[in-house]
């Protein structure tokens, strides 16, 4: 007799259960696609945190018989403020999305991210005074590297200073000083960093900015209207199209341009650079990034790979040239020291640390010049759907580093081993079979662009 009665009670129970779930998951809000802190902060082009790129592991590389004896480093200065010209789009355009989002009678979003758009605004910042400073993040970034790099090379990063074994070096601007001195903090303790020597900042440093003293760069590549053709192209691409669709159809606006959605992604990027997510809430998600889909995200990526490619990568063979006085300090800096008859020997004028404390510009013309991240072909708008080397948020993040390691061996000549991000790379035409490459022999590779680097030649403006 009870039977039916039961089943009808097992059957209805966890539908009702499954309603309430729904019910509430529902309640939420109607949008659904919620991406990954990883999957958004792995895809920033050159607003990506350093944290995403950076290697935890701490063992140091080690070779039978060779110690480190010197390093070169050059740093990208870490996270910062955007530029004047950023801050005002997001308080004038942005801040105007952001109320013809919340007019909507019902707009498409969590009740969590309607609260966050609510509070939204970017008014505590002052374009003028605040753009471009380093940022917590920034300082928190160089800070950690230092460390991590200091636990790799004890002997040759001791924790206290000396001039004679450090040179540190930043450009005239307030986020390489800030980085050099947060990096300082990694390696001696806040409280040691002011007797820490800095040489004269320049503006135009011609090691650590070489690009600002070169006009021909600047006539031919920087200014030059061709330079982002690619870019341009690529606007008009099915994947941009795509994400511009992406967006209009996830915030309810028909109207949104495809400046509105860059606007948008670069606000999702510096302001998830800014906050790390601490204790696995979303607390300190941007709610710019809950507009955009994984599709979106790469094809804005990929726009600005383009221009990065073309304006400071591989595009033109005089970006890259103009490199050669950082290869030539490099060498300077590591190879300065000879042996004679054992005995350690060094010729006056160079520590065994070089940290340099630098920007975007420079990491990606030395990268090229190296010929890191390489590909076959140039990089067109026709490359969205291929593989690439050439990904900014992996070699240009914030705090992007570069190192040459001098390593003096019992049983061989000098070796020299390169770090990119902190990681061992082999730089092509050095043996692909070990991480070691001779001084001598790198040397060799670079000769043609270090001995023949007539900087006032290349950079000459033809008439
Ligand atoms: C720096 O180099 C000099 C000369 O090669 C050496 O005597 C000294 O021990 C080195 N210092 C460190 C910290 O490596
Ligand atoms: C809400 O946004 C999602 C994706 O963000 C989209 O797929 C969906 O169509 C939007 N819903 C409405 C009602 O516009």
Known sequence: MLKPFYCLFLFVLPVVVLLLLF??????????????RADIERRL?????YRSVANYDETPPQYAGCHPTRIWSIIRHGTRNPSESVILQAQNRLAEIKNLILEQ???NLSSEDLK??????????????????????????LTELAERMQNRFP??????YNPEWYYFKYTATQRTLMSAQSFATGLFGRHRIHTVQYPPPMHKDPVLRFYK???RWKTDVDKNPETLVNARLFLAEPPIQSAVEQLRSSTGLPDLQPEDVQLMYTVCAFETAWHRQRDGTRHADSVWCSFFDLAALDALEFFEDLEYYWNDGYGYELTHRIACPAMADMFAAIGSSVKLENEEMQLPGRANATFYFTHSGTLLKLLAHLGLARDEEPLTHKHFASERRWRTS???????????LRYDCEEMEPQVVVLHQERVVRLPKCPQDQDLCPLAMLRRIYADSVENCDFEELCRLSE
């Open 23 to 36: 019910q509430s998951a529902g309640g939420e809000g109607m949008q659904c696609i919620r991406l990954s």
């Open 45 to 49: 082009s050159t607003k990506t945190p």
């Open 105 to 107: 009678t019902k707009p």
């Open 116 to 141: 966050k758009l609510r509070k939204w605004s970017w008014e505590h910042l002052n374009a003028k005074e605040d753009e471009k400073l380093l940022v917590a993040e920034g300082e928190d970034e």
């Open 155 to 160: 002997s040759l990063l001791p924790d206290i």
């Open 213 to 215: 003293r070169c006009d």
């Open 394 to 404: 992996q070699i240009d993040a914030f705090a992007t580093n570069l190192a040459f």
